[in-house]
């Protein structure tokens, strides 16, 4: 089955920096990849997500790489602020269930 | 549209206790999902249904019982709760493959 590896488990960043997280995946017909973003407290919400077709998606300061090849994608977050501090899951899916990745504590230091 | 619902927010239960945790959706989605989060983890699947009628297991469904009657409702049940299951629980929907899950508010789970 599916297996999705996240790192760094942890993330400290200076306001306005960039954070990058990394993400790979086991099974190659994957093909749809989410990223959630969990507040203390509260359900995951998805924040971006990219298809196996596209290589690329960007939303303001969030964007999503993916490299089919490698088996791997990442979220980029630039000009961090620090409502971007949470836990940021990645997923993988190609058909009813998603596999998470374990997590990564992003903190945005003022 | 509330999205997806869950009650309790949170429970105290003894050991050998039993409960059903409730999930309710209102955006006609046929997919459903349980998962427990332990702290500092990630999330695991316990069951999964993907219409009325149909459920399956997930990776972790020892201990645990659901039910698909409904679109729109989607019950956890635990039988004789342990330790082990203290935790905290997310229902999920989406409308299909390829979409995305939207996620409850969760229910903190303690069992002592």
């Known amino acids: 089955g599916e297996n999705v590896e996240q790192h760094p488990s942890t993330l400290s960043v200076q306001e306005g920096d960039s954070a990058v997280i990394k993400c790979t995946y086991s099974?190659?017909?994957?093909?749809?990849f989410p990223w959630y973003k969990q507040e203390l407290g509260k359900g995951p919400q998805l924040i971006i997500d990219?298809?196996?077709?596209?290589g690329e998606k960007k939303d303001q300061r969030i964007a999503v790489t993916l490299n089919k090849t490698a088996k791997h994608f990442s979220l980029h977050i630039t000009e961090t602020q620090p409502e971007d501090s949470a836990v940021y899951f990645c997923?993988?899916?190609?058909?009813?269930?998603?596999?998470f990745g374990p997590g990564t504590r992003l903190s945005v230091l003022p | 549209n509330a999205g997806v619902t869950q009650t309790p927010k949170f429970r105290i239960l003894k050991i050998g206790q039993s409960m059903t945790l409730q999930c309710t959706q209102d955006?006609?989605?046929?997919?459903m999902y349980w998962y427990r989060q332990d702290p500092g983890m990630g999330l695991k699947l316990i069951y999964y249904?993907?219409?009325?009628?149909?459920?399956d297991k997930g990776e972790v469904p020892n201990g645990y019982n659901v039910s698909r009657s409904t679109t729109e409702d989607f019950p956890l049940r635990l039988e004789l709760a342990a330790p082990s299951q203290t935790s905290v629980y997310f229902c999920?929907?989406?409308?299909?493959?390829?979409?995305?899950?939207?996620f409850g508010p969760g229910t903190r789970l303690t069992v002592l």
């Open positions: 249904s993907v219409g009325a009628g149909i459920t």
């Open positions: 997923a993988a899916t190609r058909g009813q269930n998603f596999v």
């Open positions: 099974d190659s017909a994957s093909n749809y």
């Open positions: 999920a929907s989406r409308r299909g493959q390829g979409n995305e899950q939207f």
């Open positions: 990219i298809r196996s077709n596209v």
């Open positions: 955006m006609n989605h046929n997919y």
